[in-house]
Each structure stands twice: as C-alpha cells, then as structure tokens.
C-alpha cells in the first residue's frame, strides 16, 4: 500500500493549500468535512495519517477521527486545532485517541515532519501486528518470548508498538551504542485508578500517559508499551547517566496531574510516573537488561 494521507477540513481552499504544499512528497486526499472524509476512507482507504481540522461544523475532528479509529484502528490520526480549550482536548483524546496535536497555523516543516512520525508510527503498528498473528502460530517457546508474544497480541488503547518491536531496535545497540538509554516508565497508579474510577478512565489515564510522553519526548525517540502499566523509551543522548535521568524526571513531572473524564466530568487525579533507565551499551542481551530493572526500586516488570 502506498503511504496515503487524509486531510480532512470544511474549507476546500484550506485543503488545496495542503495539496499543493504537499503534493511533491506524499499521496495527499482531501475531504470537506467528516463525513466525506468516512466516505472516502471507505471508497479509497485505508490511509497511513489522517490529518484532521477540530473545528468543522455537523461532525468536529474528534468525532471524525473517533470513527476513524472504528473504520481503519491501524491508521495514525492527527488533529489540527488552534481551540486550546482543555475540554476539548480532553474530548479529541477520549473519543478520537490522536496520536498527535499540531496547532494551527502549522508551518509547512511542522507539517512535513510530523507526517513522517506519523508513517514511521503506522509502520511500527503493521509490522507489529504482523508479528503477532506470526507470533499465535508458535506452539512452544521459552517463557519470556511467550510473555512477549502474548502482550503484543494484546491490542492496547495507546496504539503504541510492543515488546517485539523494542527488542528489535534494543538487539542491535547492545554492547554497542554508548549514547544509547533504555527508560523504563511505569504507571503505577493504573490499577488505583481503574478499581476507583473504572476500565474505561483506567484507558483514559493509559492513553493520556502514552500522548504525553510522544509529544514530549524528542521525534527520533522511540517509544513502546511494554507491559499493560509499562512503557519503554529508547533515547539517544550523547549525555552522562545523570543528566538522563534529570532530564526524564523534569519531563514525567509535567505529567504527574490528569484531568479526565469520569461519568462525564472533568477530574483532576494524581497520576505519579515511576522510572528507571540503564546505558544499553552496559549490557549483552535483553534479558540481562531485564534482570537489572527487575532487582531496582521500580519493581518487577
């Protein structure tokens, strides 16, 4: 399938706008309004990146890309939004599960870049779920590759690619890369919140977690769901252990308070992250890694 992308707004002149600024890099759609853009995704799709205004009368860009996520789970999904409302954000979060916000006006090198994310995200996304239909033909393996395969079988709110797929980046850095950092970030308030405020604000506070953290980190990080409160980073920075870790904290504190929607109000709750990391240079294997995290304070993973 070529990299297709989707861009949906209720001003045809917005859309000729993309498609001509577009149009010599990517396969560009345009649709007025959501429910062309439904209608084409179902006459032409799937699309790689669907690219969304907030703001369009009859169906909003939450409610589009929602639906969207229903059609075609696989597709990334982008809002274009200059309404800073957090309401609204809150909304475009919940129903639509946007991998990421871009602010209106969007220069066309913000543009370019976050289509590129946002291919590389679908790629990690198929290839994963490639690897786990691979993955239920296995009758036999050791136990840590058939906890590894069953968690990617697990189709997660976050979107984000598994296990599979971070060893896959990790095995070639070890021993090696001595700029590279595994981060494990554990989410240890999920089963809290999910006993006091159900399943369904327990994904909530999941996927708020997973967005913040790929806004927040840099675009050539990468970023996985490596257990149901687990979430791995891998970042290249050519900084010393503690300036890492100072760095991650400052960027975890900013994420340490959600307002979610529970029964339909908004909620502040104290959500802390609990993380690690270790030099991947340090290590010869996954699994020697693993033993390391395991014996710290974040506990078992």
Not at 47 to 54: A, F, L, R
Request: hydrophobic letters at 40%; aromatic letters at 6%.
């Amino acid at each position: 399938m070529a990299d297709k992308i989707l861009f949906v707004d209720d001003e045809p002149a917005v859309l000729d706008g993309y498609r001509r600024m577009l149009h010599r890099e990517f396969e560009v759609d345009t649709a007025v309004g959501g429910e062309r853009g439904l209608m084409l995704i179902h006459d032409c799709g799937p699309y790689c990146v669907v690219i969304s205004d907030m703001r369009m009368p009859g169906m909003n860009g939450a409610e589009f890309l929602s639906q969207v996520r229903q059609k075609t789970p696989e597709t990334v999904r982008m809002l274009l939004t200059g309404y800073t409302d957090i309401n609204a954000a809150i909304e475009a979060v919940n129903e639509g599960n946007i991998f990421r916000f871009l602010t209106k006006p969007c220069m066309k090198e913000t543009l370019v870049e976050a289509i590129h994310i946002g291919l590389d995200q679908h790629r990690s996304i198929t290839s994963e779920k490639q690897l786990a239909v691979k993955a239920q033909i296995i009758e036999e393996s050791t136990s840590i590759t058939a906890d590894i395969c069953q968690w990617d079988n697990f189709e997660g709110p976050t979107g984000l690619p598994g296990p599979t797929q971070a060893r896959k980046h990790l095995v070639p850095l070890f021993g090696v890369d001595t700029l590279s950092y595994a981060v494990l970030i554990k989410l240890s308030m999920l089963q809290t919140v999910e006993q006091r405020y159900g399943e369904e604000a327990a994904g909530d506070y999941l996927n708020n977690a997973a967005q913040f953290l790929v806004q927040a980190l840099r675009p050539d990080d990468k970023l996985y769901h490596w257990d149901r409160d687990v979430l791995m980073a891998v970042v290249r920075r050519n900084i010393s252990p503690g300036a890492m870790r100072m760095e991650i904290d400052r960027l975890t504190l900013a994420s340490r308070g959600q307002v979610m929607n529970v029964n339909g109000k908004s909620v502040m709750v104290a959500c802390p992250i609990d993380f690690d990391l270790l030099p991947v240079s340090q290590f010869s294997t996954l699994e020697d890694m693993l033993a390391v995290f395991n014996a710290k304070p974040i506990g078992k993973i």
